[in-house]
Every structure is written in structure tokens, then in C-alpha cells.
Nanobody
Framework: QVQLVESGGGLVQAGGSLRLSCAAS????????MGWYRQAPGKQRELVAT?????????AESVEGRFTIYRDNAKNTLTLYLQMNSLKPEDTAVYYC????????????WGQGTQVTVSS
């Protein structure tokens, strides 16, 4: 089992920056990959960025060059970050942290989500 808790959302003007954090706990040593997803009102949840345990990173085309995903492994903790720069109104959404974890069978875990609102 993996527990994920996001923080760092809020209201920002267009062109501003925010940093999201996701603290993982539980069986963090079985995590294969983590990522950020977002869901805007009336739209499906979409991938924002992912990072594997080996450090391979993937970004959605819409955020490439503006967002940076990275993680911090310190002792027995694991925190995932999403640095968001040059924010646009279309980045407004609930952002969810995801972890794909499992020693044998891999399953997805999700955080509760954090709201990001970008005003024009």
C-alpha cells in the first residue's frame, strides 16, 4: 500500500509559478513510477508528467518547457514535485499525484488532488 498527499496548489496570475509536492508513504520501495495528472472541469483526466524509478521523464506536449518534474529520495521518504512556470489559464485544473507500485502486480495509487487556478 502507498499513500500520497499533495500540497502546493492555489491561485496564481497568468505567467506566475507554483510548486506542487506529493509526499509518498507506505511501501515506497515498490514504486516503479510516479507522475502528475490533471483534470479540468468537464474534461477527462490527462497526463502532465511522469518519472520512472530509473529517472526517465515524460511530459505532455502542452507543458513541455514550462513544467519540471523531479523527486527527492531522502532516507526512508519519497517526495515528488512539479515546478510549474509560465502558468496559463488553461493550466487550471485539479492536479493529482500518481504512483505505480507493486512488488509483483503493479497497481495505481492516487492522491486526493490539489486545485490550481490560473487567472488571466
Amino acid at each position: 500500500q502507498v499513500q500520497l498527499v499533495e500540497s502546493g496548489g492555489g491561485l496564481v496570475q497568468a505567467g506566475g509559478s507554483l510548486r506542487l509536492s506529493c509526499a509518498a508513504s507506505g511501501s515506497i520501495f515498490t514504486i516503479k513510477a510516479m507522475g502528475w495528472y490533471r483534470q479540468a472541469p468537464g474534461k477527462q483526466r490527462e497526463l502532465v508528467a511522469t518519472i520512472t524509478s530509473g529517472g526517465r521523464i515524460n511530459y505532455a506536449e502542452s507543458v513541455e518547457g514550462r513544467f519540471t518534474i523531479y523527486r527527492d529520495n531522502a532516507k526512508n521518504t519519497l517526495t515528488l514535485y512539479l515546478q510549474m512556470n509560465s502558468l496559463k489559464p488553461e493550466d487550471t485544473a485539479v492536479y493529482y499525484c500518481n504512483a505505480a507500485s507493486g512488488a509483483v502486480a503493479v497497481r495505481d495509487y492516487w492522491g486526493q488532488g490539489t486545485q490550481v487556478t490560473v487567472s488571466s
